[in-house]
């Protein structure tokens, strides 16, 4: 039967063929996304299903503690000893504490340096924005190092002008020295969520803000009413990127322990996983996978919980 103009006007057309392409074409989306997957399964997927894989063995020995070691299957008691480990425990509820204050605070300060480089009060934007940035290119280790030594009660000079005033602050103490980290953290990353925001700021077309002056809006008006709510969508990126961060936490901890007795080798969850990672291998691969999980479904709470407000 053929298709007639009548046909076509009334509605009547053939439907569009469901049936599925074969031949070359197929197979061209994959290769195009072949530069982003193989690194992707190589680099992120491989590591992820190898650690799973380990964390399901553990080593025995036979013949007494200095016999043979041999590796055996032992299904998921790795993971059940990950959650008795005080230690590790100890360690997640530190750094979701330190995540509450530092992240916040951090984004605050991200959002204001952005929102200030916007503004039209301050000059040389281009030099304090690239002033603000330089603290992310400092290896993770030089800065730890550098503020170890601002914060040092012997060779600090902010610690003397402190103790000249009659404030006497131990920033390397057990009850600081969380905050002291979170101090380096903020410094070296807030220039970079700055970046981000900045970059949202710049693609918000320059008209709004044009009738907002017309309407009467002080800067003030249009950097709450317009400003933040177009840039909350990187506030959230910034957001996630942080929550893996601070769960990732391990440099600045790490180098710490050499000049703190605050700190010590489960002060972080990945300080314990390389701790345990020298005499249990397969708990160490536990507590990778355990504590990527935890990255993961914290991030996709976040996500969803920022969605809902968005939404609603």
Known sequence: MTTTAADVSAGLAPAPSTK?????????????????????????????????????FKIERTGGIFGKPSQVFAGLSQYASVFSDQDFRASILRVLVFGIVQIPVMLLISLG??????STLVYFKRFLRISFFVPYGVPGVIAA?????????????????????????????THVVLWSIANVVTWTYAGYNMLIIYSALLSIPQEIFEAARLDGASNWDIARRIKIPSVAPALVLTGVFSIIGTLQLFTEAKVFTNISTAITSS???NLVVLAK???????????????????????????????????A
């Open 277 to 311: 990672a020298q005499n249990n291998y397969n708990q160490s691969a536990a507590l990778s996978v355990t504590l990527a999980v935890g990255t993961f479904i914290l991030s996709f709470l976040f996500l969803k919980l920022t969605n809902r407000r968005a939404g």
């Open 20 to 56: 599925s392409r074969s031949g070359p074409g197929k197979w061209q989306p994959w290769l195009f996304l072949f530069p982003f997957l193989i690194p992707f399964v190589l680099f992120y997927v491989a590591p992820i299903a190898y650690a799973f894989y380990q964390s399901l």
């Open 267 to 269: 002060y972080t969850p």
């Open 145 to 173: 190092i550098m503020w170890g030594f601002i914060y040092s009660p012997n060779l600090s000079p902010i610690v003397a002008l402190l103790n000249k005033l009659n404030i006497s602050i131990d920033f390397l103490g």
């Open 113 to 118: 340096l952005a929102l200030l480089l916007d």
